[in-house]
């Protein structure tokens, strides 16, 4: 493997060896975290399921707004989800008023990575202040079920990264399942080692283009400190419950900065990179790659001064990506020639649209709708 930076990359003394650095820097965030609250009572979920009783799920799908919040279609199990930005609260009535002590599915939470940027340095009280505005005053047990981990490292293309190279030199309980190349361009993109099955699973992707496909790039510039290059991030799905992990990392109440240290250390030795070929026949003695070697070195620093990285814009950023913009200029300029093949023009198609009564005042009360959904999400 030949991991490098484009321009002229610093090198480092290793033993009698000059070799490339890989990276020169990175973030270490928590993309998402999944709790579950054991709360017994079905209200909350009447309180809400009242309004979208009924209501297709395919209006549901988009989301109806209520109050600060937007109601849209369940998951697993759940029947309904509450989303304010890109924290969701999944809801049922299957709890234990209903089906038994113990036997509830209580309240589901999802926290995606704006809100846990946004809080992380007060994550209890934000999630506390989060139930309270779907109507929870009183306190109950949070259990952590899952937690994805990530490291970007800056300057670290992830189409150098030799797939080969990963799969002969990866050493650890799971094997390189999967590699995905961008269809247009050939290039990789993305590989997995492990199983959605098991409770670890990394994920290696470039995270620049992901990005920029989800009209989230000037929010991710926005954390890299405006940094313009290659982005590869790291990303460890761990379901800490099911992989019997300390308290620590199931009891949301007892979760600090103590925590992501001894789960990032334990994940790095869980499975590790190395160079392949090494003369030893037992594998668990190879030595790290360099690449794994700069991110413990990487690792180590943050651990003994942790600075989590932040965005001005916040959990309240809506982003547009390429492909959307793209879609609504063809959609417009497709309108356009339609509606007046011979001449063209804006004005033709705002005529066209007033003529099936969706005129510019039509147009105007359904983006006022939208434009709620949009700031609730």
């Avoid at 809080?119 to 934000?126: E, H, V, Y």
């Avoid at 050493?171 to 050939?186: H, L, P």
């Avoid at 990392?249 to 900065?257: A, E, H, Q, R």
């Avoid at 965005?311 to 339609?338: Q, T, V």
Wanted: hydrophobic share 35%; glycine share 8%; net charge neutral.
């Amino acid at each position: 493997m030949k991991p490098g930076r484009p321009g002229n990359p610093h090198t480092v003394i290793r033993g009698c060896k000059i070799q490339k650095e890989v990276f020169m820097n990175g973030f270490i965030t928590i993309d998402t975290m999944y709790l579950h609250v054991k709360y017994p009572k079905r209200d909350i979920f009447d309180k809400y399921f009242r309004d979208v009783e009924g209501v297709d799920t395919r209006i549901l799908k988009e989301g109806r707004v209520i109050g600060d919040f937007v109601i849209r279609n369940g998951s697993c199990g759940y029947k309904i989800s509450v989303w304010q930005h890109d924290a969701r609260v999944f809801l049922t009535d299957q709890v234990d008023e209903k089906c038994g002590e113990g036997k509830g599915m209580g309240i589901w939470i999802q926290l995606g990575p704006k809100f846990m940027l946004a809080n992380i340095t007060s994550l209890q009280d934000a999630v506390y202040d989060l139930l309270y505005e779907i109507g929870i005053e009183e306190t109950y047990p949070i259990s952590i079920t899952r937690i994805d981990l990530a490291i970007d490292c800056l300057n670290l293309a992830m189409r150098e990264q030799d797939v080969e190279s990963w799969i002969n030199g990866w050493v650890g309980r799971s094997k390189v399942s999967r590699a995905f190349y961008n269809s247009r361009t050939g290039l990789l993109e993305s590989l997995y080692v492990g199983s959605r099955k098991s409770p670890i699973l990394l994920r290696v992707y470039d995270k620049v283009a992901k990005s920029i496909a989800a009209g989230e790039y000037k929010y991710w510039l926005d954390v890299w400190k405006n940094f313009e290059g290659p982005v590869t991030r790291f990303e460890w799905e761990v379901k800490t419950k099911d992989g019997n992990f300390s308290n620590n990392l199931t009891d949301f109440g007892k979760f600090n900065v103590v925590s992501v240290k001894e789960l990032i250390n334990y994940l790095l030795d869980w499975g590790r990179l190395c160079t392949p070929g090494q003369l030893d026949t037992n594998r668990n003695r190879w030595e790290d790659s360099l690449l794994w070697s700069e991110i413990r070195e990487f690792v180590a620093k943050w651990s003994n001064d942790v600075s989590w990285p932040a965005s001005r814009y916040g959990k309240e950023f809506h982003g547009i990506s390429e492909a959307y913009m793209k879609s609504l200029s063809g959609a417009f300029s497709g309108g356009m020639a339609k509606t007046n093949p011979n001449n063209p023009t804006m004005e033709g198609l705002l005529e066209a649209l007033d003529e099936f009564d969706e005129g510019i005042e039509k147009i105007m009360q359904k983006a006022e709708i939208k434009a709620k959904r949009i700031n609730r999400l």
